[in-house]
């Protein structure tokens, strides 16, 4: 391949919201500070390599396609080597510092397993050096335990013993080389670790292996010197049936039970809490306040849809909610925004792929900007306060330090009487929040 | 009122699989040895007092539809002590000795909670008498924290602190009232402890005050010498947004979190649980594995519709799969089934109650037998052995012995090559399942 | 009751965006003209009597919550009345000129038919001597058949003969009442006329009952010489498990075998919409290419919650889309944009009440804002035009004419070969759409 | 390939519901006589080859699984030919006599439409020799018009007019292939007929396009003396977000708008039924009482899962309702049951591909025998008209005749006063159900 890959698009620019090129930032301006902390620094963007660069376009009644310029049909190191170094310009064109993989995306299988360690190896040196270059570092890695067969019926939790040892030797690796490239965090989606159908199913089992495996995780993890932050990325179905890591709440019992809470932070993603019955910003707020958020997939669901559509985020009062938790939460270092977001089927214009991350990029710092309004006005966060305040009090206070005793408590009512109760506001809320969009 | 309720209704006695008397046992034969246990023990039914006695029929679009012949419209405290004892008719002709109730629903409210408390103890010395005369005690008791307006934001999760005070009470009370009934366990359902809106909700500080709550029930139960099991009964909504116990795994992981595990069981509603994405059998899997199955509130709800119907059950694979879960769990008990199950708005014949719940009983001996014969055939059983036998192996064993280091593991992958992965074998698990029914 | 009864409510004006009263609008400037008609005139706002004056805040597991100054306890004819003077002072201090209604809304039962019209008609006289004064008019009226247990198995579509002749006789005086009054059209809201299980549901003979009664109201309305659009309202369940008439497609097809497709158009429900698996737009979309579209009852449900939740439409961009529907159709008149959406049931002052109506008509007057940049700039529109160019062409013409036969185009296909498909554009539509907003 | 494709796997025989053999009928006993019709005349049971035979496991995160010992891993005419003589085998040892398949199923494409068509000509002269040997004919055939990606936007539906008129060529030759074999119906099922966004979409053009294109399949069907029925087949979305055809309902709009009702009848799916939010019994009903029920695709879903799953139909219960509709259509030729199911992806052995197909025909074959003792009970049906009986009157007959004009009803409801409504029994309609399973 000679020359660009991507001749005709340009560095993509911020030009401000009145811009009409769809070439350009209209809200993201990397270097702009918003609440104490650039933009670039709120956000910290990655390109998921995946759906960038080995989405085919395959849907379930579909064959693929894309049929980008730069790919020449094989599965070979060149063509691995190529697709890096196209995923490299694409991210200075986009002006995007981080990149995230699975280590089957970058480089391809051999006959066995030792040829396809050499293969990742020989991308990965390409990756590094690339790196070098740029100043580009993955936000992060992770091993692909999903699509091989061998996994169908689980990698962690498959009942196969030998299945069980491949998902440990590839996620060695996987560590081993996010290490080696500087990788801030290393997830784990578990794809197959869950059931087609209990009748087959020994869910204790199962279980009990997948906490084994995340435990050696964490030992070599430290073996290695790696000290990325290990996030478990929940979604409650699809491929299977059930998902072990049904949402946030599911991940954090799990996690506590097998006492691996210290070690583990969560990655969420937004289609996948709304595919588990949830907002995208309860499954912040329950990571957040349970300490455990440590990386956001942004995208986005189709509300009438039940499977995992991967669409960039273009709802601002989704993307405001979403940056409000963010704020709340001090940021997401060392992790950041992940676009585990692919282009339409339908989309097979190279300039779609800018246009889409320009998008989702663009409706995030909107987002934040408008998060920015509203602690500025502080109104919203004032009707609140108020709403709470009645345990601001000594009473309160006597109830939060764990003392209210149900004796004490009443004898208190028996002296109150019958509690008068506000109004919860929620119309006058929804109108202070929609004013800053 | 004069006589007997249910003039027109005989004891429901056992007839047999091929009986067409709609007013029957057709499976469920109280005394019946099944697998080693009498089925009236494996199954502990239970009345619900708020459905069969108070349920009028209203929806969300309809005026009450039922005009029992024992109802004189007034909510006086005659009228409780006269549905109290139609009531206990009720439970000996349907062969039932268990009852659950809410304070709220047996005895009216008075102007005062002083006055409240007093009702509720006149209409409580009454159950007392009948029960002595019949036999008969609560499976559990629970306070009504959420019908009345001051819950609207919560109970123990009112932003209200003399509201989480009153619902303190009032727990302290219903605690008194189910001991001193010799009730067996106690029920929390969190109907309102959740939020309809993130937007005007500090939910860390909701969470927090409802595990104070809880902590404090646990406290007064001991203080009272109360020996019941503590059950968390989940729903993912309805009537919040979003209820704080949304399903088996969040509520063990509030539990875990705030140390209160060893405290509480979960009572699993078949209905809360399809609203939550999961099959019954799916929560009643999760509660088992965890130690954590303390009760069944017995209803099915509609694959179609989004709300909580409380049907009967009445699908005969769903209740196999149920009781598959409770022979697995060696019974119920303390625990047991409770129709949490209402007669349809549009069914308003007296027989239609005992129909319901025939229905409803029959459906889960049918299950149980069903179970028994997979067991004794032993296919399905033998199925799922096979599937994991290769963890019964001295490699299986270092790794649930937590030993299976990542680099152990590999070597030994180097060494075996690629896996051989059998058939998941999901049909023929159906087939045999089936088999059953 | 004496002086006014929103004392401390101002009439609402509008004041700009960057206006932070609550009381006041924001984007609706009634008078303004927008793509050629006046806001008010693509509008065309009405209240709701039943949501604003008769809900109280009851759930199926909750008692009210709402305790209005203006209200009295009693379901008296004073009280009616008093309630009628309150409506009309809301309005006027709303600055809507349209309300819509149920006969047993506004007016109380009586112990017979004969009485409960008369009542009815006292009312109507004070509504139509308050519509005097104030130059308001009905947008819609219908009968509410669905609340009395009467209703309880259907209205038109009873299984008993004598329920069907009542629900016709309810109809006759809403008809007459909505004429006297004024009304501009005529609302059938089918909440009853479904089924809740096909086991007991004769569904052929249901339908074609229905379709009778709404043949008998087309005729009775002309022989009164009403000449007020009628519409039906889809919905797809709730109370019903299926409702007759789903959504719009489904009441089409019901209106085109029954020959009634040019007396009826569509009322579609926002809620409703989303309930049956559309998006809002969709629906519109579909009612209006059929030439249907005739009322939008404007609210928004919550996509995580299977139930209607009826509430004021706050979000900008789906108030967007459901504008675009209505610009393209040309406005909505004789119908409007109803408010069927109620406070939330926490949401207890009576400012809230004004705060919700202002927000659900800022949401829209802002959708429609948008709607014109969106027009005036011309490239979304273009890149569909774009899209279907092809289509404008000789063997396109040919094609739209009914003449493409088989063997013409697959000649033509053995001539062109393989055709090039050109991008979606899903993601620069998007981030066109986005742009308005 | 020599010898049998299949020789582990006996002839499959009925042995009747004790057998332990997963290799015989429990349950379908093709030549037995139940409500006056041979079992094999009621199912008129259909292979599907996409399943069975290009069914590679594949799913959106998984590779294909399968590895049939018949596959040589290649696309060629020659492994076409093998597959084609396996299916046969198949189909004789499972003692189905009916098979429905895809153009691009049973031929691989060519550089050319000619050169395709070409190797379809080749497969279909073996398909008809195989057919002349067995007395196998095709239930019905079908063009595959969703995989391609010139598909992508559509087929009929395409913006591109060349793209529709590909569609239109590869119609007419599968009408010709499928009317050269004996079809006995035609399918369409629109994959590709919807849109993903309303935002690049002109809905109406497109559904003038669709029924242009249908009207033209029609006129080229006659053209060539092909009797065989013509089938739409809905199905809400997937891979659409909304496709044009979403139920029965929106199918029969879509019909009766076009003039095309006379042409068409419905393919009900069970599974598209409940992706749609109704029961497949719902479905089935809808089309069989607008004599559109014309042939069912026999599979179903996963309640809990958003997406087709194509899973063989195990459910006693869904069975039994299916069989209702089924036997009230009065049969469904020349229609009949076709197994759009497919194996798990984690089911490999060639056994369970004879597994599946057993399941599902067996569990229908139970429903039929379930359908035959509720008739010959005749409890049921006695409930339903019952319920009814007040429409058996005069005044009833006067409505159902068109000539209740609502003033001569609202007469008589003055004369009757309050109606009395009875119970809907839905309590008991489910016991005496539940009964015959």
Known sequence: WEGEFFPGIPKINYEGPTSKNPLAYKWYNAEEVILGKKMKDWMRFSVAFWHTFRGTGADPFGAPTKAWPWEDGTNSLAMAKRRMRAHFEFMEKLGVDKWCFHDRDIAPDGKTLEETNANLDEIVELAKQLQGETNIKPLWGTAQLFMHPRYMHGAATSPEVKVYAYAAAQVKKALEVTHYLGGENYVFWGGREGY??????????????????????????????????????????????????WDVATAFAFLQKYGLTGEFKINVECNHATLSGHSCHHELETARINGLLGNIDANTGDPQVGWDTDQFMTDIA?????????????????????????????????????????????TLARGLRNVAKLIEDGSLDELVRKRYQSFDSEIGALIEAGKGDFETLEKKVLEWGEPTVPSGKQELAEMLFQSAL
């Open 196 to 245: 087609q159908t209990l009748l087959n199913t020994d869910m204790k089992r199962e279980l009990d292996h997948l906490a084994t495996f995340l435990q050696a995780a964490v030992d070599y993890k430290k073996k290695i010197g790696f000290n990325g932050t290990l996030l478990i990325e929940p979604k409650p179905q699809e491929p299977t049936k059930h998902q072990y890591d």
């Open 318 to 362: 989704e993307a405001t909610l979403v940056m409000s938790s963010v704020v709340k939460n001090g940021g997401l270092a060392p992790g950041g925004f992940n676009f585990d977001a692919k282009l339409r089927r339908e989309s097979t214009d190279v300039e779609d792929i800018f246009i889409a991350h320009i998008s989702g990029m663009d």
